[in-house]
């Protein structure tokens, strides 16, 4: 990343023309000259809509004129769940050595939409530093990655150093399969040679290529602005509280409003699969919390053929307490590690 401050000029000039898009006046942003130039995530991020972004060796251009898919030479992205599609919580960063700056260390900067702008770093960092040989892992929460034709996932890169890193994805966030290595700026993975058929996966680990040495100068390492997940992919949490009576796999009445409500989201979409994970905290027998969770995932799955999806789109799984997304340690953690989570892929 860039360590020379734009001028007032070129930054006023960059202020005007994210308005411009932030309006939704202007569709097109021409300008291979427009390094670093990007994106305000105000335009899209209230809807789902398809999100379109150009981009030209790695110079972000900017939200583009809708095409239906990226074209043959990869020169737009299309990513069906719009501002759903970028990663969600971070779950682990690891600074390398030597460290960026202090503004550089944000982790959270590479959740969301790509928000990197060029220049100095005015108000809230809009990127991370990994520094040299640094990790980072990410979570999807509201979606999720999974092989589909062509590139799954994109990794946003920023700053006028190209600098690469290897990608490693996960389901459970703590089994992990190598991805690939993201050559800096925007880089496309494909996951297919990687990933299991029909496997969905939530987690993302980015690690900087520590051979490729310190050329960021204060921001060391790759900086990561966005992680972008392809396919159509919606996920779903609901409390265990909000679905059971405690230790019952029989839905309460609120749980069946929670259901129909999210039955609702989905209405006039064909998905291709349905996938019901029903999961537990650590308190009790880990056997019998595997039979609980697989019972409420059956109870979910069941009333949701009821509901008119086809039995054979359905799987309905438990993990007991072995996919934790929280620490069990407090009273916290553990009501948002009873859950029912439904995945729902295909059919934007
Ligand atoms: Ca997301
Ligand atoms: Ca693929």
Not at 31 to 43: I, K, M, V
Not at 81 to 105: K, T, W
Not at 208 to 224: K, S, Y
Not at 282 to 309: F, H, M, P
Request: hydrophobic share 40%; charged share 25%; glycine share 12%.
């Amino acid at each position: 990343m860039s360590t020379a401050p734009a001028t007032p000029r070129a930054f006023r000039a960059f202020r005007a023309l994210f308005t411009k898009i932030a309006k939704g006046s202007l569709l097109a942003v021409a300008g291979a000259g427009c390094a670093g130039g990007g994106y305000t995530p105000q335009f899209l991020a209230p809807s789902e809509d398809p999100f379109f972004y150009g981009h030209d060796s790695g110079a972000f251009l900017g939200p583009i004129e809708p095409i239906p898919d990226h074209d043959a030479d990869g020169n737009a992205i299309r990513l069906p769940r719009g501002a759903a599609s970028f990663a969600d919580e971070v779950i682990e960063y690891r600074m390398g050595n030597p460290r960026p700056v202090e503004e550089g260390r944000n982790a959270e900067a590479a959740l969301g939409p790509p928000d990197y702008q060029g220049g100095p770093v005015l108000e809230a960092p809009r990127a991370v530093s990994l520094g040299q040989g640094g990790s980072l892992t990410l979570r999807f929460a509201d979606n999720a990655l999974i092989d589909a034709e062509g590139p799954d996932l994109y990794i946003f890169e920023s700053g006028p150093d190209v600098e690469a890193s290897f990608v490693e994805i996960s389901a459970d966030g703590r089994e992990w399969i190598q991805a690939g290595r993201a050559g800096g700026h925007v880089s496309a993975i494909d996951i297919a040679s990687a990933a299991k058929p029909g496997q969905v996966y939530s987690y993302v680990r980015l690690t900087d290529d520590i051979a490729q040495g310190n050329r960021g100068g204060e921001w060391p390492g790759a900086d990561i602005d966005a992680v972008g997940a392809v396919g159509a992919v919606v996920r779903v949490e609901l409390s265990s509280e909000v679905l059971f009576a405690f230790d019952s796999d029989r839905l309460l009445p609120g749980g069946v409003s929670a259901l129909d409500g999210v039955l609702d989201k989905i209405a006039g979409r064909s998905p291709s699969h349905v996938t019901v994970l029903g999961h537990t905290d650590n308190i009790g027998e880990d056997a019998y919390n595997l039979d609980l969770s697989r019972r409420r995932a059956e109870s979910v799955a069941k009333l949701l053929e009821e509901r008119g999806i086809s039995r054979s789109i359905l799987t309905a799984t438990g993990h007991g307490e072995a996919r934790p997304v929280a620490d069990n340690g407090s009273p916290e953690g553990r009501r948002r590690n009873r859950r029912v989570e439904i995945v729902i892929v295909g059919g934007d």
